[in-house]
C-alpha cells in the first residue's frame, strides 16, 4: 500500500520582550538559576498578572506579516495541568479568542515552487519553567527563571506532505520573526522550538489517520529526521497488523527513533477557563495601521525585489534572503561591488564557507561587506584573478589589512600586458616542446585534454598572475599557429 504523510507544525517562539508578559522579571538567558523570579512568577498568594503591553505588539506585527485576521478582542484563559517547573498549576495561555487568526506563508521549496500554507492562530502565553537533571543524583533541580517569559505558539493547518516541507516552513518562520525583530531566534537556547504533528494516511484517502506530537525539537535537522522517523515508526506499525495512539513522544537523536512520553490530551483535559486575573485585550484599528507602517521589508518582499532589482535567480535570491543580516551584507557589499552576480557568489562561496568553517554568524564576518566589496572590485578591474582573489580573502579574514594593501604588499597584481603574458607562454612551450608536438598531431578530444595543461603549466609560470582569458587566447594563437 501506498502512504501519504499529513504535517502540521506548532512553533513556540520566545518574543524578544526584555521583561516577562506578567511580571517586570528579565528575561535574559543565562543567569543563575532562580535568580529572574518574581512572586508574580511563583505564583505566590495575593499576586496579580499584568500584561506587557510590547508582547501584544510584537504579536500583532507578526499577524500583520502572515496578512492575518488580528482579533480586536481578545482573551486569556488558563490552561490546567500539573508539571514541577509550573508554578501556579496552571498556564496562562489564550484558547477560543488568540490575538492572532487566520493567516498565510509563502515558502519556497528545493525545486523553486512556491507553496502556501495556512496558519490556523498564532497566541500568547506565558512559557514554564526548567526542570535540570544533570547536576542532582537521584533528584531533579527547578530552574524557574523561563516561567512567565513571553511565547507566541504559531499553529499550522496540517498541510506539509513530507518532512523536507515542514523544515522549509520551520526555516520561513523563522526567518520571519527574526527579520521583525521580534524573537532572536537562538534554537539552542530554546528561544524558537517546535512540536511536530504528524500522521499517515492511504494514498487519495480524505480523512486524517492518527497523530502523534514530537514535543521540543530544536533544530531544523532534527525535525527532518523526526518527522522521517515517525513516518517510517508509523508506516510499519500499521502494516504489521497494530494501531496508532494519539500521544506525544520524543525524538532521541542518538537513535534517531521516537519515543512515548504521555497520552496526548486534548483540549477539554486541560480544563480551559477564562482568567479571572486579566482583563480582555482590546485592539484598535488606529493601533494596528500604525504598526503596518513600521513593518520592515519581509523576507519574501526582499526576495521577489533581489530578483526583479539585481537579475537574481530564485535560488541566488532565497539564500541570500533567509536572515536580514545576510540581505544587508550581500547589499551593502554590492553598493561598492557594482556586480550582483559576482557578490551573491562570494557572499554563498567562500564568505558562507569561512563563516561555517569557523562556526561564525554573518554579522561576526571577520571580513566586512565594505572589505569584500572592495576585493571584487579588484576582480572587475583585473587587478587581481579570481584565484588570486581567494588568496587575498584568506589574507584579510585574518587581518592582514584590505584588498589593495595586501595586493600591494604581496606584488599580487595580475599580468594584463600581452607582451608580457606572450614571453611567458613561449618560455613555458618552449619548456613542454615534446607535449607542444603531440598536441599538433592529436586528435581533437585529445588537444582539449592537453589544452588544460597548457593552461596550468602558464599559470605555474606566471605564479598565478597572468591574466586567465588572455592567457587562453594567446595560447591558442601559439599552438595553433
Known sequence: MQWE?????????????????????ATEFGAEPNTQASVSDLAMPGTLPVLNAEAVRMACMFGLAVDAEIAEHNIFARKNYFYPDLPSGYQTSQ??????????????????SIKRVNITRAHLEEDAG???????????GIDLNRAGTTLLEIVSEPEMSNAKEA?????????????????????????????????????????FGTRTEIKNVNSFRYIERAINSEVQRQIELI????????????YDPSKDETRSMRSKEEATD???????????????????????????????????????EFMLSTYDASVLTSSREMADYFEAALAISKDAKLTANWVMGELSSLLNKDNLDIQDSPISATQLGQLLVRIKDNTISGNIAKTV??????????????????GLKQVTDSGAIEAILDEMLAANATEVEEYRAADENRRKRMFGF??????????GKANPQQVNELLKQKLEG
Open 5 to 25: 504523510t499529513v504535517i502540521g507544525l506548532e512553533i513556540h517562539a520566545q518574543l524578544a520582550t526584555k521583561t516577562k508578559i506578567f511580571s517586570g522579571s
Open 95 to 112: 484558547m477560543d479568542h488568540p490575538i492572532v487568526g487566520l493567516g498565510h506563508l509563502d515558502i519556497t521549496l528545493e525545486d523553486g
Open 130 to 140: 526548567k526542570s535540570l537533571h544533570e547536576d542532582f543524583s537521584g533528584m531533579t
Open 167 to 207: 523544515v522549509a516552513y520551520a526555516r520561513a518562520i523563522h526567518s520571519l520573526v527574526r527579520y521583525l525583530g521580534i524573537c532572536d531566534g537562538n534554537m539552542a537556547e530554546g528561544s524558537f522550538r517546535c512540536d511536530c504533528n504528524v500522521s499517515i494516511r492511504p494514498k487519495g484517502q480524505t480523512e
Open 239 to 250: 502494516e504489521d497488523g497494530g494501531t496508532v495512539v494519539q500521544e506525544t513522544r520524543l
Open 270 to 308: 486541560y480544563r480551559y477557563f477564562p482568567c479571572p486575573n486579566l482583563l480582555p485585550v482590546v485592539i484598535e484599528r488606529s493601533f494596528l495601521d500604525e504598526l503596518r507602517e513600521q513593518l520592515p521589508e519581509l523576507p519574501t518582499q526582499k526576495r521577489k525585489r533581489f530578483e526583479q
Open 393 to 410: 580573502f584568506e589574507a584579510i579574514a585574518n587581518g592582514e589589512g584590505d584588498a589593495d594593501s595586501i595586493i600591494e604588499q604581496r
Open 454 to 463: 597548457f593552461i596550468g603549466q602558464a599559470m605555474r609560470v606566471s605564479k
